[in-house]
């Protein structure tokens, strides 16, 4: 995802190789194929090439070289901000916006630590963007790729709309420049700005392809670490010492106690009335208090449990969420393409999908757009449909996991895109989010390539009638209300784009 903005910038026409990066058998074999032994890597001419910078580099040299300067000098303005980007913005992303995911602990002291940071660096960035349109003069370059990389997730986690608008308006202004580009959006989608700052996972981390174990760098660590254990292993010991001598000391109270009772029996043998009465009174008393310690005793432990439960539904529904999706990660769903499909098996028909969609992306009235394609639509040959995600109470609560599940079923669909078009989207507001859509494909019917996604059981499907007026009106607005202050079924449209 990285590469693709720089790509798009570009022009570089690349074939890309999704890797499912859990099958370790593949990925070790992609990896003996690289200098540095890491991925991604680019194949050329001249031989491979890894790691993304260098990639990125060798792309705007060949295809594109303002993007690095044209003196001397601008390429070394435009090597200080992407050198500015990668070691100090980067440091405080790894301790800000990785314990958000769960890919890192969350600690606070170095959290405030690198929020303190980002402000001052974003002081100097405000500054300079005061003097020049981008980073490093007034021609878009590859520092300001890298920088808005970077600063993508601080904006869309961290800084609410008051605090953009007071500390750094100018940076505010380039940024959504450059995140409403044609370029941008087709490699990160739609990117959302942030309303309310999402605080760090402080449950169970989640590792991204990182071994299970890390051992530790430095002799003095791992001292550290066997001492740590050590002390884990004689504690118990120690306490069940402890527990013994305690034991000990009340068997022999308890056979003194006896001793003294016998001997105090002959003179002791008849108690008072109100004695009795008293003592009676006293048990009573005592057994209340028991039980209203107990009950505390349970409601704390109740309160634990719930906690504890929370947490765990929490991690597992990260996990299933292990990262934002991307065209490079299609394999992960281990999609195969139809070599025979048999919606191409259908009788003819006279709507052509392919150009509508040509027509109808490139006509920036959408109303006259939509007349067009009422005309030429073919309801014998093709079926409209709505589509809606029925999301369990866990889900859809926070923005950044809905757009993943919407991303997770067009990512699916990859190869459905030849057989249809429409919208589905992301609709609702903070707490209460809504994946719904309309389209039009090939056959009267749910195609297979619907029935292989993952989630199929919880899309809601209903065959829409051209000759209503209330399902072409339902068409008209999913398709013509796309932008942020749009509504659709008196939702707001969050993130919405067309599938094509």
């Not at 109740?302 to 990260?318: A, G, L, M, R, S």
Request: include cysteine; charged fraction near 35%.
């Amino acid at each position: 995802m990285e590469l693709l903005h720089t790509i798009n910038l570009t022009g570089a026409k690349i074939a890309l190789d999704n890797v499912d990066l859990n099958d370790q058998k593949k990925r070790g074999s992609l990896i003996q194929k690289t200098p540095t032994l890491t991925l991604p890597f680019l194949q050329t001419c001249n031989g491979n090439i890894s790691e993304s910078k260098a990639i990125e580099y060798f792309l705007c040299s060949k295809y594109k070289p303002e993007l690095l300067g044209n003196s001397v000098f601008e390429k070394a303005q435009i090597n200080q901000w992407i050198e500015f980007s990668c070691c100090e913005i980067k440091r405080s992303v790894e301790s800000v916006i990785y314990p958000i995911f769960g890919w890192a602990k969350y600690c606070k002291e170095k959290a405030d630590k690198e929020n303190e940071n980002i402000k001052k660096y974003l002081k100097i960035i405000e500054n300079n963007l005061n003097k020049n349109k981008f980073i490093s003069g007034n021609k878009l370059s590859l520092a300001d790729v890298i920088l808005f990389r970077y600063l993508r997730f601080f904006f869309m986690m961290q800084f609410p709309e008051g605090m953009r608008k007071k500390l750094f308006p100018q940076t505010t202004k380039w940024f959504e420049q450059i995140m409403n580009s044609n370029e941008a959006v087709k490699a990160y989608g739609k990117t959302i700005l942030c309303k309310n700052p999402i605080k760090a996972f402080t449950g169970e981390i989640r590792r991204c392809y990182l071994p299970e174990k890390k051992e530790c760098q430095n002799k003095e660590e791992t001292q550290k670490c066997d001492d740590k254990k050590e002390d884990t292993k004689e504690a118990p010991k120690e306490q069940n010492e402890g527990k013994e001598e305690k034991k000990n000391k009340k068997n022999k109270n308890k056979n003194e106690n006896k001793e003294s009772d016998k001997n105090e029996e002959t003179k002791e043998t008849q108690k008072d009335e109100d004695n009795e009465k008293g003592g009676k009174k006293n048990k009573k008393n005592k057994k209340k208090e028991n039980k209203k310690d107990n009950g505390n005793k349970n409601d704390k432990k109740n309160k634990k449990e719930e906690k504890k439960e929370q947490k765990i539904e929490v991690v597992k529904e990260i996990k299933k969420v292990p990262y934002e999706p991307s065209m490079l990660e299609i394999d992960r769903f281990k999609l195969k393409k139809k070599e025979n499909n048999p919606l191409d098996a259908l009788p003819p028909s006279k709507f052509d999908l392919e150009k509508f969609k040509k027509e109808f992306l490139a006509n920036t009235d959408k109303k006259t757009a939509m007349d067009n394609f009422w005309k030429e639509y073919d309801p014998e040959g093709y079926s409209l449909w709505h589509i809606e995600y029925n999301n369990e109470p866990s889900e859809c609560i926070t923005l950044f996991r809905t757009v993943i599940i919407k991303g997770d079923i067009l990512l699916q669909l990859e190869y459905f895109k030849k057989y249809c078009f429409g919208v589905l989207g992301v609709y609702g507001g903070d707490g209460d989010y809504k994946i719904s859509g309309c389209m039009v494909w090939r056959g009267q019917e749910i195609p297979d390539e619907m029935k292989d996604v993952l989630c199929y059981n919880k899309l809601k499907f209903r065959k829409l009638n051209n000759k209503e007026q209330s399902d072409l009106q339902l068409v008209n607005d999913y398709w013509t209300k796309i932008n942020e202050n749009d509504k659709v079924l008196e939702r707001q449209a969050i993130d919405a784009r067309y599938f094509y």
